[in-house]
């Protein structure tokens, strides 16, 4: 099986990491807030505190991981689905990530063009869609 890191393991973050991990993934999940590493991990995930702001923050969270989860599709934050989102992208370049389900927001645009540039498989799903999308990229479905 493959391990998938959630950014940010919030609500919908931790419903996907108790799938994936009945399933038999590996599962990272991320939060600014230490205090939620006991949330996090009581969802089958290891837990990683580190800030989506600050993407240098998440790159230790990236060893190991095939697929990325990037999870912001009910945040409206233009950083996150713009700049940050297409510096994840230029750092995943050098991980061991072969795919990346990212819930639409606004850097579509981004995504599709991180895809055809460096051959990263990409998702785009509406928000609570990650799931499918993760055994799609996969191979499982």
Same mark, same amino acid.
């Given at each position: 099986? *493959?391990?998938?890191?959630?950014?940010?393991?919030?609500?919908?973050?931790?419903?996907?990491?108790?799938?994936?991990?009945?399933?038999? !993934? %590996?599962?990272? /999940?991320?939060?600014?807030?230490?205090? #939620? *590493?006991?949330?996090? +991990?009581? *969802?089958? %995930?290891? =837990?990683?505190?580190?800030? =989506?702001?600050?993407? /240098?923050?998440?790159?230790? %969270?990236?060893?190991?991981?095939?697929?990325?989860?990037?999870?912001?599709?009910?945040?409206?934050?233009?950083?996150? !689905? /713009? =700049?940050?989102?297409?510096?994840?992208?230029?750092?995943?370049?050098?991980?061991?990530?072969?795919?990346?389900?990212?819930?639409? *927001?606004? /850097?579509?645009?981004?995504? &599709?063009?991180?895809?055809?540039?460096?051959?990263?498989?990409?998702?785009?799903?509406?928000? $609570?869609? %990650? &799931? +499918?999308?993760? #055994?799609?990229?996969? $191979?499982?479905?």
């Amino acid at each position: 099986m *493959a391990r998938v890191l959630i950014v940010p393991c919030g609500c919908r973050g931790r419903a996907l990491a108790v799938e994936l991990a009945a399933a038999g !993934h %590996a599962v990272r /999940g991320t939060t600014r807030d230490p205090g #939620n *590493a006991g949330t996090i +991990a009581a *969802a089958g %995930a290891e =837990p990683y505190v580190g800030d =989506p702001d600050r993407i /240098g923050t998440l790159m230790d %969270a990236l060893r190991g991981v095939t697929i990325l989860c990037w999870l912001f599709g009910g945040v409206p934050d233009r950083d996150l !689905h /713009g =700049p940050r989102l297409r510096m994840l992208f230029e750092k995943l370049v050098e991980t061991p990530v072969r795919g990346v389900v990212y819930e639409a *927001a606004g /850097g579509e645009a981004i995504a &599709r063009d991180a895809a055809q540039r460096w051959q990263i498989p990409v998702e785009i799903v509406p928000a $609570g869609d %990650a &799931r +499918a999308a993760v #055994n799609r990229l996969l $191979g499982l479905s």
